[in-house]
Nanobody, 125 residues
């Protein structure tokens, strides 16, 4: 399985942006997909995750209420709708997937085995 994220760019504070991530290759039906981000000089951190079958969602406190993770099952595409962006949201955003994840590890970057190259989001003040 390969992942390809897209949709990053340069926006102003308060703007919105939607990221997309499309896995290619065969996947099992029961997997989690997630978005992580890494700001310069910082560790990669959890942003949001979704269980593909069922649509259960999980968010970091820092984005709850502003970001929405969703998926289009027909297109097999993951999305991250980011609203009311802040300069502190500036980072490279990565999508990740794992077919054997357990719920307690949904926010743990080490638990995800498949990663795509990131897409850069820059929010100016």
């Amino acid at each position: 399985v390969q992942l390809q994220a897209s949709g990053g760019g340069l926006v102003q504070a308060g703007d919105s942006l939607r990221l997309s991530c499309a896995p290619s290759g065969r996947t099992s039906s029961a997997y989690y997909m997630a978005w992580f981000r890494q700001a310069p000089g910082k560790e990669r951190e959890f942003v949001a995750a979704i269980k593909w079958n069922g649509g259960y969602t999980y968010y970091a406190d820092s984005v709850k209420g502003r970001f929405t993770i969703d998926r289009d099952m027909a297109k097999k595409t993951l999305y991250l709708q980011m609203n009311r962006l802040k300069p502190e949201d500036t980072a490279v955003y990565f999508c990740a997937l794992d077919s054997n994840l357990i719920l307690s590890n949904v926010r743990n970057r080490v638990a995800y085995k498949v990663w795509g190259p990131g897409t850069e989001v820059t929010v100016s003040s």
